[in-house]
């Protein structure tokens, strides 16, 4: 749902008819709602892939509807080698983004030097909106936690950079950690 009139990632993409991409360019994040799955996954290294978990169910129900009525989401990851112990328990975990749909991509920071990047990690809906998520030095959400535009120009350079990164990483399931 709304809040303070800003639209919520579920409203952005039912009004999404082609495409929505999302470019991570962070090696660790610190959001609550992920908190105690990661640090289960320190103390183990078991990650839970019961779909019906936590958050799982709203976001693939989400990502499953979207796909379904023909959009491609793809995301790519910009991750630092050697991956930290998050980017580890992330691809664990990624499997169930590419079981509801989503195209997943990976690029090692190394071969990202010459890209011109945003200074954010994003979202793009349409070509047209982009979603700039921001987050604290520890990576928890900062406040607010997300800004937008439709500034031509400023949508070009998220397109620009999430195509230059797509076509250059690896999809998922060749990447290892």
Known sequence: MSQNGVPSFAELLAGTRR???????????GVGDESEEFEQFKRTGHVDLDPTARWWPQWLGTVREAVGRGVVMRRARIVSEPVTDYIRWEHAATSLNVEAGELVRWLPRRRAVDIALPGA??????????????????????DPPKEFSEDPAVVELCSDAFEAVWERAVDHEKYTV
Do not use: C
Not at 19 to 29: G, I, K, N, P, Q
């Open 19 to 29: 495409s929505a991409v999302h470019l991570e360019m962070r090696d660790t994040y």
């Open 121 to 142: 990690d994003f979202w793009l809906f349409d070509d047209r909106l982009v979603q700039f998520n921001i987050f604290t030095g520890d990576g928890d959400w900062a």
